[in-house]
């Protein structure tokens, strides 16, 4: 599967994005999606993710509340609301695809990535 994502942009503190990745290929309800962030210098973070099955999605301590995962299967797209936002938000998303049933809350079991998207929030 090949993931593209998009929506990043420069927001000011308290302000919303909404980003979308695409997938290709017909079997996009199979594949566990996931969303991470990185920023310069540090390891590339989880973010939140919705299982392929039953749609159970869950979500870093950072996010809980202001993030929300969801995908809609018949446009092969994941999407991650973001409000409230803050400047330590500010990093380069990525999106990714997992075969396992489960949803990691770790980037190795991720098997398939997008390229990233900036999202940069100013105080």
């Known amino acids: 599967v090949q993931l593209q994502a998009s929506g990043g942009g420069l927001v000011q503190a308290g302000g919303s994005l909404r980003l979308s990745c695409a997938a290709s290929?017909?079997?996009?309800?199979?594949?566990?999606m996931g969303w991470f962030r990185q920023t310069p210098g540090k390891e590339r973070e989880f973010v939140a993710a919705?299982?392929?099955?039953?749609?159970?999605?869950t979500y870093a301590n950072s996010v809980k509340g202001r993030f929300t995962i969801s995908r809609d299967n018949a446009k092969n797209t994941v999407y991650l609301q973001m409000n409230s936002l803050k400047p330590e938000d500010t990093a380069v998303y990525y999106c990714?695809?997992?075969?396992?049933?489960?949803?990691?809350?770790?980037?190795?079991?991720?098997?398939?990535w997008g390229q990233g998207t900036q999202v940069t929030v100013s105080s």
């Open positions: 290929g017909r079997t996009f309800s199979s594949y566990g």
């Open positions: 919705v299982s392929r099955i039953d749609t159970t999605t």
């Open positions: 990714a695809a997992t075969l396992s049933a489960s949803i990691p809350g770790t980037r190795g079991g991720y098997h398939y």
